[in-house]
């Protein structure tokens, strides 16, 4: 994950520092020494660094917020280093949506997080439907009249879907 990093000293004196670094090669060192010496070179105490995420670039993007500490971005990136990929999709969303309050959270609902490996409403609710037997006391003349695309619409407005960026979408089924 890249972070492009900012000094609140340095940009509360118009001075705008934003540099990405990236932390899988970038050390908070480097960092540390890179900002040092920008506000050392601006006249400002260069032992006081707070340094904020001014922006987030990569796959996890979502994860982090702006204004975060970069000491935040290590911690991110450590924690989901061990997650596969639709798990951190999962994590996305739940923390995008609002699901959850932060991270940490994020990973103790991670079972809360179902994929559904649809990308229509129309399907889900067919499945269910099909799953439950919920209209199989009807003939099979009639079913075919059964609007799978409105269940859908009240299935989303009442549930809790959320669409991944590969337009997949996802349940929360705390």
């Given amino acids: 994950m890249k972070v492009a990093v900012e000094?609140?000293?340095?940009?509360?004196?118009?001075?705008?520092l934003c540099k990405w670094f990236d932390t899988e090669t970038d050390t908070m060192?480097?960092?540390?020494?890179?900002?040092?010496?920008?506000?050392?070179a601006h006249n400002l105490n260069s032992d006081d660094l707070e340094m904020f995420i001014a922006d987030?670039?990569?796959?996890?993007v979502g994860l982090i917020k702006g204004d975060e500490s970069v000491n935040y971005a290590y911690e991110v990136a450590e924690k989901i280093?061990?997650?596969e990929e639709d798990q951190i999709t999962a994590i996305k969303l739940m923390l995008e949506a609002g699901v959850v309050n932060d991270l940490d959270d994020a990973i103790e609902h991670l079972e809360?997080?179902?994929?559904?490996?649809?990308?229509?409403?129309?399907?889900?609710?067919y499945n269910y439907i099909q799953e439950t037997g919920a209209i199989s006391a009807l003939g099979e003349s009639l079913q075919c009249y059964?609007?799978?695309?409105?269940?859908g619409r009240d299935m989303e407005i009442n549930g809790s879907y959320y669409e991944a960026d590969d337009g997949v979408l996802w349940?929360?089924?705390?």
């Fill in 7 to 16: 000094e609140w000293e340095l940009y509360n004196n118009g001075i705008l």
């Fill in 29 to 40: 060192g480097e960092i540390a020494a890179y900002v040092s010496k920008a506000k050392a």
């Fill in 56 to 60: 987030v670039e990569g796959e996890h």
């Fill in 81 to 83: 280093a061990e997650f």
């Fill in 112 to 125: 809360d997080m179902v994929c559904t490996g649809e990308s229509k409403m129309e399907d889900i609710a």
């Fill in 146 to 151: 059964f609007d799978y695309e409105a269940l």
């Fill in 171 to 174: 349940e929360y089924v705390s």
